[in-house]
């Protein structure tokens, strides 16, 4: 084959030693895309499963196009554009330029790193990089995605050694970054939907007022303003059945932060705190977002399977909490993710200490 | 009887090439060799050089670490070549047979009326100790101490494992006789595991523990077993034997010789006729499958946990197959983002889920890069044991000796995490990183 045959006549220059030995990293990123590297098993099971972390992760952003394609789609109808294709269409070239810098800037950082310590790219920021502009406000300046970006890349997953090591989902990092940093442009009454356009989202509403101006089938629908990929439910379900039928992503986390939302929606709902359905919750700002695709980042969350339960409830939980009990941060999914980003490690501590608990008791019984 | 042990997790890999159920008689190889590799932490001392002739059951070379512990000869000829390694590590004494099989005086003892330092000094003697593995750390049994117990696992779950019912037909006396010998060796008991369902003679065996269990790979490896019939705890010292080397212990107990045929299975898809054949230990690769073609992996032992054998090198001492498959040295254009009908994954992110019937023909490529532990809850589907495994790999890697203690080193070989190795799309080393882990506990303690 032509390709591999000029890929095998570059690999050279780009080898230890070759003239651009120093870009080596980034070569075999490149070339282990484009082809699945000849590598065969040393050591250990002779046979593997076809099953890869570049598998993985490209199954993650398909899970993420049904919510993009309609984020982009509800910027144009949020601006008040007639018919579908150029509603899309506005929406795409609003969106377009943060997908393009968040990229950019991510993968640029990645490939430094990954070219300084001498390791093979991880595909992490695939999705890390789509998921930036998903839970960013559309009209915000490609700036300040490139900043949030940066600073997640390097002060959330580097510091820590890189993928795999990293204690915050850096997504949601960058948003944090984002909203502490330029908190007007951010949330409250003047998020922008789009350029010029402006206006109080559905949570600010329902913080402040106890209703919201759209139907709770808008909200599942997603025609509510909001986050570029956040907005619809049923979009975002699309994609987490594709990782649930894919086993990708942990059904426990995402059923329990379902229920845990629910519970702490009805509770408030029952002492009369809110006045308005538990299930609102679910449907507006980003908890269907956080739950499908955040909640699950296996780095980040807990990684036992009783852990996950508990994990999953808090942070449903603690995210109704957030939006009820403190009105200045309406969007409780975001912090509540991190908090308990920063609590997993604690949640498998205690399940595993009961693992070695059962252990040392076979000791006991013996003697 | 006890009642059966049904397990959950594990995954049977359907892979092409199982051996057809025809034994065939291999005629005497030209050259059989024995080799201190088989073995974990044995540091082999020469006892013999070139030259030298040795009958059937002659010390080749002893361990170092425990002098009792002596390698014999399956065969009788001369001691052909002492093949070498780098920094002179011995890799295998080669014997070339005079194929009269001359038998080296054996005191051999009735289990039933022998002292038990009679029994261990006569399995010590015949080269027979070395098949009796101690757990924790999956190495040759100390003829000093006692185990708790022994287990013997009469079937093999892994990907085209021999049929031990067919291997060992017609050698129920034999089982039988090695079964009683080795309850002799230890005050407990000694359980022996059947698959329901395809139990054989093994139900009718007496003066064992009698278990069947029923379930998918890891099902049949010892290790599953002993963590559902009786777990080891920090301080216990349990045995194991392969059934088949049962058999040859038992043989040697019944006929008064000490014979090494065995009976292997010869799979996979490379195998131009898979079916059975009685060899004798250590028998030349090339005397049982013929000449193999280049861009084939020969394994001793099952896909998962066998070792790489050259095609001129010998089959190993512990395996009781040999499998050939293809090497998967070729590049895939776009591989991760393919549809892969024809590969195999757990994940329904490819669509071998359609189709679990078919017989996969499975290379040796690593399908994917090595990447950091990113995917959780995954391997605890297929090792049925109460063992977090990545946490006991991260304390392995860091070499945190309390924590693997604590989190299960003593209950686990590498064998058992072969299947998470299998799946993981991190394709991380974990047999091997297991492998470090107890060889480091093993120097430590």
Avoid at chain 2, 191 to 213: I, N, Q
Avoid at chain 2, 229 to 247: E, H, L, P, S, Y
Avoid at chain 2, 314 to 322: C, D, H, Q, R, V
Avoid at chain 2, 342 to 366: G, I, M, Q
Wanted: neutral net charge; contains cysteine.
């Amino acid at each position: 084959m032509g390709l591999r045959k000029f890929v095998d006549k570059i690999k050279p220059t780009f080898s230890e030693g070759g003239k651009l030995g120093f870009l080596h990293s980034t070569f075999e990123g490149f070339e282990t895309f484009l082809y699945v590297p000849n590598t065969v098993t040393k050591r250990g099971a002779h046979v593997r499963d076809c099953n890869d972390i570049k598998r993985v992760m490209i199954v993650v952003v398909l899970a993420l196009v049904p919510a993009m394609l309609f984020g982009m789609y509800n910027v144009g109808y949020q601006a008040g554009i007639e018919g579908i294709l150029p509603a899309f269409w506005f929406g795409f070239l609003e969106a377009l330029p943060n997908i393009i810098v968040s990229y950019v800037t991510g993968l640029t950082i990645e490939f430094a790193f990954a070219q300084k310590r001498k390791h093979e790219i991880n595909e992490g920021f695939l999705v890390t990089g789509l998921l930036i502009p998903l839970v960013m406000p559309i009209g915000v300046p490609c700036w300040i995605v490139a900043l949030s970006t940066a600073f997640a890349v390097i002060i959330g997953k580097e510091v820590f050694g890189g993928t795999g090591m990293n204690v915050f989902n850096p997504a949601l990092l960058a948003r944090a970054f984002a909203f502490f940093a330029y908190t007007p442009q951010m949330s409250g009454e003047a998020v922008w939907y789009a350029d010029g356009t402006t206006g109080a989202t559905a949570l600010e509403q329902l913080a402040t007022t106890n209703q919201m101006q759209w139907s709770a089938w808008d909200a599942f629908w997603g025609f509510i303003p909001g986050s570029l990929g956040e907005t619809s439910t049923v979009a975002i379900l699309l994609g987490a059945a594709l990782l649930l039928f894919t086993g990708v992503a942990s059904w426990r986390i995402m059923l329990s932060v379902f229920l845990g939302g629910l519970a702490f929606g009805y509770l408030f709902d029952a002492v009369g705190m809110t006045e308005y359905p538990a299930y609102y919750h679910l449907l507006v700002g980003g908890f269907a977002f956080g739950a499908v695709f955040m909640a699950t980042d296996p780095v980040t969350s807990a990684q036992t399977n009783c852990g996950k339960w508990i994990y999953g409830f808090m942070v449903g939980a603690f995210a109704v909490l957030i939006r009820v009990v403190n009105p200045a941060y309406p969007e409780g999914m975001m912090l509540s993710i991190l908090f308990m980003n920063a609590l997993a490690p604690l949640i498998d501590y205690f399940v595993v200490e009961r693992n070695i608990a059962r252990r040392k008791k076979l000791i006991k019984n013996v003697k | 009887m006890s009642k059966n042990i049904k397990l959950c997790k594990g995954l049977d890999i359907k892979l092409a090439g199982k051996a057809e159920k025809v034994v065939e008689n291999v005629p005497m190889a030209k050259s059989y060799a024995v080799s201190p590799l088989d073995y974990e932490n044995v540091t082999p001392k020469l006892l013999v050089k070139v030259g030298d002739q040795v009958e059937v059951g002659s010390a080749l070379f002893f361990d170092k670490n425990n002098p009792r512990i002596l390698f014999t000869s399956p065969v009788s000829g001369v001691v052909s070549a002492i093949n070498r390694g780098e920094k002179r590590k011995l890799l295998n004494v080669a014997v070339e047979p005079d194929q009269k099989q001359q038998m080296k005086e054996l005191k051999v003892v009735n289990p039933a009326k022998a002292e038990r330092s009679e029994i261990v000094e006569m399995l010590l003697a015949s080269g027979l100790w070395t098949r009796i593995v101690e757990r924790p750390f999956g190495v040759i049994a100390n003829p000093d101490a006692t185990p708790k117990a022994i287990f013997v696992s009469a079937f093999d779950s892994a990907p085209l494992a021999p049929d031990y019912n067919f291997v060992l037909q017609g050698e129920k006396a034999e089982v039988e006789a090695g079964l009683q010998l080795l309850a002799r060796l230890t005050d407990g008991k000694v359980h022996l595991s059947a698959r329901k369902g395809d139990e054989g003679f093994m139900a009718e065996v007496k003066g064992v523990e009698y278990h069947t269990f029923s379930g998918k790979h890891p099902v049949g490896n010892v290790g599953v077993q002993i963590h559902h019939i009786d777990r080891i705890a920090k301080g216990d010292i349990v045995w194991t034997v392969n059934i088949q080397d049962v058999a040859i212990m038992g043989r040697l107990v019944l006929s008064g010789k000490l014979d090494m045929s065995k009976t292997v299975a010869v799979a996979g898809s490379e195998a131009q006729k898979p079916c059975y054949k009685r060899i004798i230990s250590g028998a030349a690769v090339e005397s049982i499958v013929g000449k193999v073609a280049a861009g084939v992996r020969v394994i001793s032992g099952d896909v998962l946990t066998g070792a790489t054998t050259a095609a001129d090198g010998y089959i190993a001492a512990g395996a009781n197959m040999l499998t050939l498959i293809p090497e998967g040295d070729k590049y895939e254009l776009l591989g991760w983002a393919m549809p892969r009908f024809h590969r195999f994954s757990v994940s329904r992110a490819y669509f071998s889920w359609l189709c679990p019937k078919k017989e996969y023909k499975l290379d040796t490529n690593l399908n994917g890069g090595e990447r950091p532990f990113v995917v959780t809850g995954l391997y605890e589907n297929y090792l049925p044991m109460d063992v977090y495994v990545s946490y006991l790999l991260k304390a392995c890697l860091v070499k945190d000796l309390d924590k693997m203690e604590n989190l299960g080193l003593y209950e686990v070989l590498p064998e058992d995490l072969a299947l998470c190795e299998f799946v993981d799309p991190s394709k991380i080393e974990m047999q091997q990183i297991l492998r470090d882990g107890i060889n480091l506990m093993i120097k430590e303690s």
